[in-house]
């Protein structure tokens, strides 16, 4: 795989197109929607309609050529399978694609191009021939899943990377005005109406698949309210690239949504303060050193979670529903910044989570808050599994000939671990209180949790010969869900904020709104 050079999206500079080519183009994408028999047009010359027509839209601003148009049925498009195959990884399966992942529920691969001579074009003239028109992957189609993975886009792109086989989910664009308005989104960032997310019902069920294989083993997710009611959310942020914009923390947010009943918890935001330092100096943003001009884009940031969390009081389909924002006056540490939220918190459980940590599947909130509130001496700390974690076991055992395994003797499965990891966890806010910031921790202003009480407990367990007592002082556990080929499930992937940029910063570098890659 490849990425390509920031370029727009498409070759500038208007096409003459004839009325006739755009209904075309519409009778096309409408087959779309049909997996009744007809005969359709071969993927080269479909493929350069295509284009023609995204060239004619984005040159004419009044957006006359989709005017009086509509979508019938965008939100419950066809959703395809198909498998693909090439001869060997340094192959190309022949598709441009770019990232959309505005919201929780649309995390996809849109398809920006389809190159020749590649998989994909090939597959789509097997259509032709077979007139199956439904089964073809169009220009601004929206791939949902590689390989069965969906949701994770770094993962989805290792897939399609490594694999010389690959299993596509995908749903094609049901007209013209969908096409020309994902399209646009991408490549300008410009905002995606809801109407248009066309995939939206199969991302939905895709995601919830992916994550809740776990029923297997634990209950229905019809949350308690309340057990819901006994957990608060604290969310840390401090100054990034790309603040203003609250684009990152929109979407860490919003992706919540995946876990029922989180998106009603009370949330506390809580911005780490930061020092400037003088004109020349050295920054140093993890002790939280900035220049003035982050300071002063930090503070126009904070000011705008003010705003949204003043909106969103009360409207529940809003991300920043229940959401309070703490500011903090000097630089806190993740850990100091958390322990000040927590003296805002009066729920017996608290998930912690930073702002470039999103969730990418829903996991059972009822079952695993049963779980820690039967077990209060036992379980006191879960961290939520992500790709850097999910081969935990076979690590330690490599590294230090320690073997953990996953039990489901409290409920929810569950593997020891032996560290404390600053990303998103759920705690017992006593062990909190009582543990973490108590009388003795290694824990100072300034610190990452992980970074001293995080290091002690794994110098405290690998010397302890009953290493099972010594974890009893800390209470720590991975959530650990599988599917039926018994691999383990990712709940979080991490955005990475020091690398984030807002769509308008990407756009202003001469780049597609989203990252865009060939493979």
């Known amino acids: 795989?490849?990425?390509?050079?920031?370029?727009?999206?498409?070759?500038?500079?208007?096409?003459?197109?004839?009325?006739?080519?755009?209904?075309?183009?519409?009778?096309?994408?409408?087959?779309?929607?049909?997996?009744?028999?007809?005969?359709?047009?071969?993927?080269?010359?479909?493929?350069?309609?295509?284009?023609?027509?995204y060239e004619s839209a984005r040159a004419d601003e009044t957006e006359s050529l989709t005017e009086g148009s509509s979508d019938p049925a965008t939100s419950t498009a066809i959703e395809c399978r198909?498998?693909?195959?090439?001869?060997?990884?340094?192959?190309?399966?022949?598709?441009?694609?770019?990232?959309?992942?505005?919201?929780?529920?649309?995390?996809?691969?849109?398809?920006?191009?389809?190159?020749?001579?590649?998989?994909?074009?090939?597959?789509n003239d097997t259509c032709h021939a077979r007139e199956e028109p439904w089964r073809r992957i169009h220009v601004a189609s929206a791939i949902l899943s590689v390989n069965g993975v969906c949701g994770d886009i770094k993962r989805m792109q290792q897939e399609l990377e490594t694999a010389t086989a690959v299993s596509l989910t995908f749903c094609n664009p049901p007209s013209v005005l969908s096409f020309?308005?994902?399209?646009?989104a991408v490549s300008t960032?410009?905002?995606?109406?809801?109407?248009?997310?066309?995939?939206?019902?199969?991302?939905?069920?895709?995601?919830?698949?992916?994550?809740?294989?776990?029923?297997?083993?634990?209950?229905?997710?019809?949350?308690?309210?309340?057990?819901?009611?006994?957990l608060s959310v604290i969310v840390t942020t401090s100054p990034v690239p790309s603040n203003p914009s609250t684009e990152m923390l929109d979407r860490v947010l919003a992706s919540m949504q995946l876990v029922p009943g989180l998106g009603s918890a009370p949330k506390i935001i809580v911005c780490d303060g930061c020092k400037c330092v003088p004109p020349g100096n050295k920054?140093?943003?993890?002790?939280?050193?900035?220049?003035?001009?982050?300071?002063?884009?930090?503070?126009?940031?904070?000011?705008?979670?003010?705003?949204?969390?003043?909106?969103?009081?009360?409207?529940?389909?809003?991300?920043?529903?229940?959401?309070?924002?703490?500011?903090?006056?000097?630089?806190?540490?993740?850990?100091?910044?958390?322990?000040?939220?927590?003296?805002?918190?009066?729920?017996?459980?608290?998930?912690?989570?930073?702002?470039?940590?999103?969730?990418?599947?829903?996991f059972?909130?009822?079952?695993?808050?049963?779980?820690?509130?039967?077990?209060?001496?036992?379980?006191?700390?879960?961290?939520?599994?992500?790709?850097?974690?999910?081969?935990?076991?076979?690590?330690?055992?490599?590294?230090?000939?320690?073997?953990?395994?996953?039990?489901?003797?409290?409920?929810?499965?569950?593997?020891?671990?032996?560290?404390?990891?600053?990303?998103?966890?759920?705690?017992?806010?006593?062990?909190?209180?009582?543990?973490?910031?108590?009388?003795g921790s290694p824990v100072r202003k300034g610190d990452f949790i992980e970074e001293t009480l995080g290091v002690a407990e794994r110098e405290d367990i690998l010397q302890n010969g009953a290493w099972m007592e010594a974890h009893a002082k800390y209470g720590t556990f991975q959530l650990d869900y599988r599917d039926l080929s018994d691999r383990q499930l990712a709940v979080i992937r991490h955005v990475n904020g020091r690398a984030f940029l807002s769509p308008e910063q990407r756009v202003a570098k001469g780049w597609t709104a989203t990252l865009r890659f060939v493979v």
């Open 180 to 184: 020309c308005s994902v399209l646009r």
């Open 189 to 230: 960032g410009t905002e995606l109406p809801s109407p248009h997310l066309f995939w939206r019902e199969s991302a939905k069920r895709l995601l919830t698949e992916h994550g809740m294989q776990m029923q297997m083993r634990t209950s229905s997710l019809h949350l308690n309210a309340s057990k819901a009611a006994n």
């Open 364 to 439: 059972d909130l009822e079952a695993l808050l049963e779980t820690m509130s039967l077990h209060p001496g036992v379980v006191k700390y879960v961290g939520l599994p992500s790709v850097s974690t999910l081969n935990y076991e076979h690590a330690i055992r490599s590294k230090y000939g320690l073997s953990l395994h996953c039990t489901t003797e409290f409920g929810v499965p569950l593997t020891p671990l032996i560290f404390f990891y600053d990303k998103p966890h759920v705690c017992s806010t006593t062990h909190y209180r009582t543990t973490i910031f108590g009388p």
């Open 283 to 362: 920054t140093n943003h993890k002790a939280g050193k900035v220049t003035i001009e982050e300071a002063q884009r930090y503070e126009q940031f904070i000011e705008r979670l003010r705003e949204k969390s003043a909106e969103s009081c009360s409207c529940e389909d809003v991300a920043f529903f229940g959401t309070q924002v703490l500011s903090l006056s000097d630089h806190h540490g993740f850990g100091f910044a958390v322990k000040a939220a927590l003296a805002h918190i009066t729920t017996d459980y608290v998930l912690v989570v930073q702002h470039d940590q999103e969730f990418i599947a829903g």
């Open 82 to 123: 198909i498998c693909l195959q090439r001869g060997q990884s340094s192959q190309r399966f022949g598709v441009a694609c770019a990232n959309l992942a505005a919201a929780y529920a649309s995390s996809c691969f849109v398809v920006m191009r389809i190159l020749e001579g590649g998989q994909v074009e090939a597959w």
């Open 1 to 53: 795989m490849s990425e390509e050079a920031p370029t727009a999206a498409m070759p500038a500079g208007p096409a003459v197109l004839e009325p006739a080519e755009l209904a075309i183009l519409q009778q096309e994408l409408a087959m779309s929607q049909s997996t009744s028999s007809q005969k359709c047009m071969p993927s080269r010359e479909l493929a350069a309609l295509a284009e023609k027509v």
